[in-house]
């Protein structure tokens, strides 16, 4: 599924006042592009006041999402790489360097998705190459290189 990700889903060197600042900002495209309502940002920032930064998964990743009916149009990804990398409240991961949004439409579509970039982000390797990238297209090159190994 990562095969549906183009360049214009990705965006580098994006700077962040704080985490709700990088989420607003990660999320900015999937907006601009009408897979999602402005409500589903909310959503997102909101869950993260509830529940803590559960969203950061590790290897200063951070996976932005809330539920499919907190206003998702279409299914959709797009992956922002932070420059400098900001704290999100995670004692073991701070800071985050990358923020993957996710916008699923229900609670099975995604979960290809989700395994592929687990076998990926699982490699702190993985993730300093991916945010070392300088353009979208070395981003998605190596990414797709990195779902093929």
């Known amino acids: 599924m990562l095969e549906m990700v183009a360049e214009a889903d990705v965006e580098l060197g994006v700077q962040a006042s704080d985490w709700e600042d990088a989420i607003r900002k990660s999320a900015r495209h999937l907006l601009e592009t009408d897979k999602i309502e402005e409500r589903y940002i909310t959503a997102m920032i909101d869950a993260v006041h509830r529940v803590g930064p559960y969203i950061v998964l590790g290897n200063h990743v951070a996976l932005a999402h809330a539920r499919p009916e907190c206003g998702v149009k279409e299914m959709s990804i797009c992956f922002t790489v932070l420059d400098p990398p900001v704290p999100f409240g995670s004692e073991k991961f701070d800071p985050v360097a990358l923020v993957i949004t996710l916008a699923a439409v229900d609670s099975n579509s995604h979960l290809e998705l989700m395994s592929e970039l687990a076998g990926i982000l699982m ?26 190994d």
């Open 123 to 148: 490699a702190e390797e993985n993730v300093e190459n991916l945010v070392a990238s300088r353009t979208p297209a070395e981003f998605l090159q190596k990414l797709t290189l990195m779902k093929e």
